[in-house]
């Protein structure tokens, strides 16, 4: 399954509210969150048996920490194993799934229906505004409309 597939199925099984759902979001999943202090990743989902956790840099903004929540929930969906050896034996592979979650959670903070609603009117929002209205990074929200350029709403 695609990434924007994933993340549309997602949001209608459990609706979006706002930046702050994602925190919902990981409760409804059953996924523990914690902030640590990292110090070679912004991010890392954990597995130990049947709990799984997603781990961000405490020192992120809140932008940036539901960003990186987000892609590692795209990890979570598509992805299993160590993903840190996974790089290193298979560095081709390993960047198209880090390209499927970072998609995925493009999608799934900037869902598809409400972005079409903001931009699709006389005076469209700056890119700023659009941020700030889903609670991204201006970079995050750039890369966003880049796939709407190219795969269209």
Request: hydrophobic residues 40%; proline residues 4%; aromatic residues 12%.
């Given at each position: 399954?695609?990434?924007?597939?994933?993340?549309?199925?997602?949001?209608?099984?459990?609706?979006?509210?706002?930046?702050?759902?994602?925190?919902?979001?990981?409760?409804?999943?059953?996924?523990?969150?914690?902030?640590?202090?990292?110090?070679?990743?912004?991010?890392?989902?954990?597995?130990?048996?049947?709990?799984?956790?997603?781990?961000?840099?405490?020192?992120?903004?809140?932008?940036?920490?539901?960003?990186?929540?987000?892609?590692?929930?795209?990890?979570?969906?598509?992805?299993?194993?160590?993903?840190?050896?996974?790089?290193?034996?298979?560095?081709?592979?390993?960047?198209?799934?880090?390209?499927?979650a970072?998609?995925?959670?493009?999608?799934?903070?900037?869902?598809?229906?409400?972005?079409t609603?903001?931009?699709?009117?006389?005076?469209?929002?700056?890119?700023?505004?659009?941020?700030?209205?889903?609670?991204?990074?201006?970079?995050?929200?750039?890369?966003?409309?880049?796939?709407?350029?190219?795969?269209?709403?």
């Amino acid at each position: 399954m695609r990434a924007r597939e994933r993340a549309n199925r997602l949001l209608e099984e459990y609706p979006y509210t706002g930046s702050d759902w994602i925190y919902e979001l990981l409760e409804y999943l059953g996924i523990y969150y914690f902030e640590e202090r990292l110090n070679r990743v912004s991010a890392m989902i954990a597995r130990f048996k049947d709990k799984t956790a997603i781990i961000v840099d405490k020192p992120s903004s809140s932008k940036k920490k539901r960003e990186f929540i987000a892609h590692e929930l795209g990890h979570f969906l598509f992805h299993t194993g160590n993903m840190i050896l996974y790089k290193e034996r298979n560095p081709i592979e390993a960047s198209k799934d880090e390209r499927k979650a970072q998609d995925f959670a493009l999608y799934l903070l900037i869902p598809d229906e409400r972005l079409t609603r903001l931009i699709n009117v006389i005076d469209p929002p700056s890119i700023e505004d659009l941020a700030d209205e889903f609670g991204v990074t201006v970079e995050f929200m750039k890369e966003r409309l880049e796939l709407e350029k190219i795969y269209g709403g």
